[in-house]
């Protein structure tokens, strides 16, 4: 071929000129042969390797072309009805709940942020996610160092507040969010808080987390084309990421969910409905009204019973401390930063429920209790003379 050619500048094909010759009739009769009727006394059914190696070993077959290939002898097994094809995937797409009805909550560990030496060794920065199941839409993301059942709660409460409360919300086993049946906060804060409001609370089944598949899903959006891009080192570079990363999502990036077709969730439902909004008073025994009156009164007093206790639902500031609880108004500036040190929780709701105050006479037990899991603070007595 001459030097200036250009063909010897391209390449060459490397599939065959010419198809390899057929297989003797006769090869692959043995070869089902072997694989109905297993030879030597084996006790399984031969797969391609195996009948490889007895027909290398048949006298008859000597002088015949065998297959060199278990490609080869799979084709024929399955040409010949010995091997099964695969069923078709039968997709069972979950039907979408109307907008805004259903949400899904749970945490996302910003795994890039080191190790406190002289506090948490991990989860030391957690947001807080939730999705809207029927359009995928990022409704909240909270970003915080001190995640508990306390913080969790108020975290809830400000979205309730800004969008209005769904119909159900989905939760994993998560403790801050359950409580532990062994402990006094249990059922859970936020298991009665919803309650009271009428919201269903669906908890996931242990390893269940395809329960919570959609705000599992943006989890794994949010850690790949977000947390592990830019690897954030500190609480503040998280909320910086995640609050560019949650525009992006909503309004930019196109989402592959049937619901929005291949556009930003927003895009595809830039008007949501409306929700019911949080009513100013909640009732947090809603679902578990106690019955039973108090055993003594002092003399003079009219009976009562801490029935229809009624929790002002105010205007909801999320404390810069531990707390976020929901604060009458002549209390919000004594507690605003917190218990003060050495102030136990059951000491606060008495301080609360101290004579003269609008909601004096409250049963200082069930206040203390509340106060301690951080679901309401004040309570209001209903007096009934009987």
């Given at each position: ?286 679902r578990d009204m106690p019955r039973e009156r108090p055993a003594s009164r002092a003399a003079g007093q009219s009976p009562g019973i801490c029935e229809g206790r009624l929790v002002p639902l105010l205007h909801f500031k999320q404390a810069r401390g531990a707390a976020g609880d929901f604060i009458h108004p002549g209390h919000r500036a004594e507690f605003a930063g917190g218990l003060p040190a050495g102030v136990s929780p059951f000491a606060a709701a008495q301080r609360l429920t101290s004579a003269g105050t609008p909601l004096s006479g409250v049963c200082s037990a069930h206040a203390a209790r509340s106060f301690d899991s951080t679901a309401f603070t004040c ?8």
């Amino acid at each position: 071929m001459p030097l200036d050619d250009e063909q010897v500048l391209r390449g060459l094909s490397r599939a065959p000129h010419h198809p390899p010759p057929r297989l003797d009739p006769q090869v692959v009769d043995r070869l089902l042969e072997i694989r109905d009727d297993p030879p030597e006394g084996l006790g399984r059914t031969p797969g391609p390797k195996a009948i490889l190696y007895y027909l290398s070993r048949d006298e008859a077959l000597k002088e015949k072309r065998l297959p060199k290939s278990t490609r080869t002898i799979h084709r024929i097994l399955h040409e010949n009805g010995r091997i099964a094809s695969r069923l078709p995937t039968v997709t069972d797409p979950i039907e979408r709940p109307p907008a805004m009805q259903q949400w899904q909550l749970d945490f996302k560990d910003a795994a890039s942020v080191p190790a406190d030496p002289h506090g948490k060794k991990q989860h030391v920065v957690e947001t807080l996610n939730i999705i809207d199941k029927g359009t995928s839409v990022l409704l909240a993301h909270h970003v915080r160092s001190d995640f508990t059942a306390e913080t969790a709660l108020a975290a809830v409460a400000q979205t309730f507040a800004e969008h209005g409360f769904p119909s159900s919300i989905t939760l994993d086993r998560d403790t801050r969010w359950v409580g532990a049946p062994q402990g006094s906060d249990f059922p859970a804060a936020l298991v009665r808080f919803c309650q009271s409001l009428g919201v269903t609370v669906l908890i996931c089944d242990p390893h269940h987390p395809q329960q919570n598949g959609f705000v599992e899903r943006y989890h794994r959006t949010l850690s790949q084309e977000c947390l592990k891009l830019h690897r954030p080192k500190t609480l503040d570079e998280v909320r910086q990421v995640t609050e560019a990363f949650a525009a992006h999502y909503n309004w930019q990036r196109p989402h592959q969910g049937i619901s929005c077709g291949n556009q930003p969730p927003r895009v595809a439902f830039p008007n949501l409905p409306s929700l019911p909004r949080v009513p100013d008073l909640v009732n947090p025994d809603a679902r578990d009204m106690p019955r039973e009156r108090p055993a003594s009164r002092a003399a003079g007093q009219s009976p009562g019973i801490c029935e229809g206790r009624l929790v002002p639902l105010l205007h909801f500031k999320q404390a810069r401390g531990a707390a976020g609880d929901f604060i009458h108004p002549g209390h919000r500036a004594e507690f605003a930063g917190g218990l003060p040190a050495g102030v136990s929780p059951f000491a606060a709701a008495q301080r609360l429920t101290s004579a003269g105050t609008p909601l004096s006479g409250v049963c200082s037990a069930h206040a203390a209790r509340s106060f301690d899991s951080t679901a309401f603070t004040c309570f209001r007595k209903v007096e009934s003379p009987l």
